[in-house]
């Protein structure tokens, strides 16, 4: 099992920057990979951002591409995501998301809150 702890999250202005962090606990040298996704009110939760820890390969989807940068610290235990020029759309809570496998997510964390103020 691995366990998945969020922290990072808060209230920024638009155009500001905020860095999400993900701590794994437990079996971590299963995770192959790694990702960030985000819900918003009456919205489907939506994938933003994953690294394939195998060859550290990322995917960004087209709305944050160019403004948020994915990685890990060199133990791949922690994750992060750099989030920049924030727009009011970016606001949701964010969920990190472990798995064994390149192409699934097995693990969840519970999530943290970024709000973007205009």
């Known amino acids: 099992q691995v366990q998945l702890t969020e922290s990072g999250g808060g209230l920024v202005q638009v155009g500001g920057s905020l860095r999400l962090s993900c701590t794994a606990s437990?079996?971590?040298?299963?995770?192959?990979?790694m990702g960030w996704h985000r819900q918003a009110p009456g919205k489907e939760r939506e994938s933003v951002a994953s690294i394939n820890l195998m060859g550290d390969t990322t995917y960004y989807a087209p709305s944050v591409n160019g403004r948020v940068a994915i990685s890990t610290n060199n133990a791949k235990n922690t994750l992060y995501l750099d989030l920049h020029r924030l727009k009011p759309e970016d606001a949701a809570v964010y969920y990190c998301?472990?798995?064994?496998?390149?192409?699934?997510?097995?693990?969840w964390g519970q999530g943290t809150q970024v709000a973007v103020s205009s």
């Open positions: 437990g079996r971590t040298n299963t995770i192959a990979l």
């Open positions: 998301a472990a798995g064994d496998t390149p192409t699934r997510y097995t693990y």
